[in-house]
């Protein structure tokens, strides 16, 4: 990283795991969508390698950090580093899996506009739709998202030790986002595309799915289904 480089207002992070030359082509979309919605002084992209077995030089020739893991460390654990390391003051989190397009910032970032905002969603393909910016808890997409650094500040990190190696991470920071006195909203006036390419179709990263569902009822109470999926109100928590 250059230190020199004028601070950004946003950081994109794409984390990678790839375990086939499909999944380093579809990722690759990815990022050559986020170039080209902004320029390199705009926008600093960082990708974190979670240990992918089929590896690439594309990464560290595009974006302007790549850190480098042995090993599967987990999604958490992959998002905490690009949330340790951004220097924006938004941070966009998006899936291998997805493309953006012009005005994607733009549209997450105008949510921060309500003071309140803790999380921010564009509409994601194949999700309901809606109009305008809302206060919304049905499907909110850990494909693409934006914090600002006070949320991280007052939320914190992801979960590392009990989402492992995925699957209800972004849910249960959603839940301590609204537990902390914020609220999560969507855009819709911009969509995204979601191509779903590996996490929720894949058995290696998908066969512990229920352990971790388990572990979040054990952590918050609740079934988080019909809150973020379904008709349920989200229940009254104290802010901390």
Known sequence: MNPNLVKPKHTVGILIYHRTQELVDMAKDCLASVRNCSTKEEV?????DNGST????YWEKFADV?????????????????????????????GDDTIVHHGYLEAMEKCYENKDCGWA???VEHLPGGMGIVENYKWPSGACFMLSQEVIKK?????EDTYFP??????DYETRVYKAGL???TNFGLTVQHREGQTIHSPDLSARN????DAYVKKWGFDPIPIFYGEAMMPSFKPT
């Open 44 to 48: 600093e992209v960082i990708v974190v």
């Open 54 to 57: 089929v590896r690439s030089d």
């Open 66 to 94: 790549y850190i480098r893991m042995n090993k599967n460390m987990g999604i958490s654990h992959g998002w905490n580093q690009i949330l340790k390391t951004a220097r924006g003051q938004y941070v966009t989190i998006l």
């Open 121 to 123: 969603n564009p509409h």
């Open 155 to 159: 939320v914190g990190l992801f979960d």
């Open 166 to 171: 995925c699957n209800h991470e972004d849910t």
């Open 183 to 185: 609220k999560i909203y």
């Open 210 to 213: 229920k352990e971790t569902f």
